[in-house]
């Protein structure tokens, strides 16, 4: 017969230096994925507005025209990665403040 003297672990926190690294390296991430997020809706709402903007400007060239009215067609690309930004940016800070706090969340 055997006893298992198995005793639950309380939940840790991590030590200070870790926790501060922690949070520098999670607000860095929110920080760059809410950026790009934003910057990828940018583009989706932009590229379908160049092409008739810019068939009145003369000091655009044609194949910048070109490739915007290409980059227009796919302006759901950049939508979806625009949300996906964003969304990437909500879980880390989420988890990253679940990791941090001292007591588990219900």
Do not use: C, N
């Not at 009145?56 to 980059?71: H, K, M, N, R, Y």
């Not at 706090?101 to 219900?106: A, L, N, Q, V």
């Amino acid at each position: 017969m055997t006893t298992s003297f198995a005793v639950p672990s309380e939940p840790t926190r991590p030590d200070a230096a870790a926790a501060i690294a922690i949070a520098i390296i999670a607000s860095v991430t929110v920080l760059g994925l809410f950026v790009a997020g934003i910057t990828f809706a940018a583009l989706a709402i932009a590229f379908p507005m160049v092409a008739p903007i810019a068939d009145q400007s003369p000091t655009i060239s044609a194949g910048d025209i070109a490739l915007a009215e290409q980059f227009a067609d796919a302006w759901w690309v950049f939508a979806v990665l625009a949300v996906g930004s964003l969304v990437a940016a909500g879980v880390v800070a989420v988890k990253s403040i679940q990791h941090l706090s001292p007591t588990p969340r219900d």
